[in-house]
């Protein structure tokens, strides 16, 4: 339950505290740091319109999207505080949870019949393809150093007690980091921000989508880069501390992660789309290095 209440608690700040960077970085005083659950709030109020051209399937896609991000972040550990839902394995479960979602927005984005939403799907689905290796690579390389196979072992057995493992869980953490930045279609793979159809992946998925649906997207979206951080911290943070100084070192880290994609997404640029491939197989790279570095530790070669 910690965990949980550890998520909703990041997930109310994180979204304002990135706006809020670019602003300081761009010279603004910037809006309110709630101000984009203020927007979510407005949409929720709001009825959907669905096009002539679409099914049931694109009704169905935002609520399920939503439903799979939800029980997803049921899986999430903070260290030896157990989460809701564990099980050998789970991780990857709560990866085909995504999965699920990913699809059905994607399915979706093909429904409406729009030329741009597909261009949007097939990108999405191609990045996802690339990505997916790099997780199970990297959660097997912890399996194999912990000898557990299910997130709340993994971090609960993840100690500090030598040069190699934290190493590894500064690899882990710098991997599911970019990970989080595919995943949540952020730079440089995308640009949340822009409006160019013809250079967005996620946004121009959901052009459909509005009034409560696209509510519900905007909140799965920001639990869902919540939950790739909580892994991320969740390598780092060491279980000798004291549980409150843990939590505070969490919600640090939260809040320098924050601003560090604000600041990241003032001053840099997208990725060419020819690039975002290349990028994203350095990421598998960097997964097998890692998993290559334990299996010499544990003698498997």
């Known amino acids: 339950m910690l965990s949980i209440i550890l998520i909703v608690a990041s997930v109310i ?18 809006q309110d740091i709630l101000q984009p659950w203020h ?3 407005r949409l929720l109020k709001k009825g959907s319109v669905y096009s002539t051209s679409s099914s049931f399937v694109f009704q169905l896609g935002a609520p399920i999207y939503f439903a799979t991000v939800i029980v997803a972040a049921l899986f999430i550990p903070f260290e030896e505080n ?25 399915i979706s984005a093909l429904d409406v019949s729009s030329a741009f939403e597909g ?8 990045y996802s393809l690339l990505m997916e290796p790099a997780f199970f690579i990297l959660l097997g390389s912890l399996a194999m150093f912990t000898g557990y196979s299910s997130f709340y072992d993994i971090f609960a057995s993840l100690h500090y007690n030598s040069y190699f493992s934290f190493i590894i869980a500064i690899i882990a953490a710098y991997v599911l980091a970019n990970i989080t930045l595919v995943e949540t279609s952020r730079l440089p793979v995308d ?35 919540i939950l790739f951080s909580m892994l991320s911290a969740n390598c780092l943070i060491p279980q000798s501390l004291d549980l409150w100084m843990r939590i505070g070192i969490l919600f640090l880290m939260q809040v320098l992660f924050a601003a560090g994609i604000g600041w990241f997404e003032s001053f840099r640029a997208r990725n060419k789309m020819i690039m975002n491939a290349q990028y994203i ?3 598998n790279a960097v997964a097998m290095i890692l998993i290559f570095a334990v299996m010499i530790i544990k003698n498997k070669i």
């Open 281 to 283: 197989l350095s990421i």
């Open 39 to 41: 927007d979510i709030i």
């Open 191 to 225: 640009d949340p921000l822009t409006h160019l159809e013809l250079t967005m992946v996620h946004e121009v998925m959901v052009l459909d989508h509005s009034g409560f649906d696209l509510g519900i997207i905007k909140i799965a979206n920001n639990i869902k880069f």
């Open 82 to 106: 157990n989460c809701i839902i564990s099980f050998s394995g789970d991780f990857v479960f709560f990866a085909y949870l995504l999965g699920l979602g990913r699809f059905m927005i994607i």
């Open 119 to 126: 261009m949007g799907a097939n990108r999405e689905a191609f």
């Open 13 to 30: 700040f994180f979204p304002g505290v990135i706006v809020k960077t670019k602003a300081l970085f761009s010279g603004r005083k910037g």
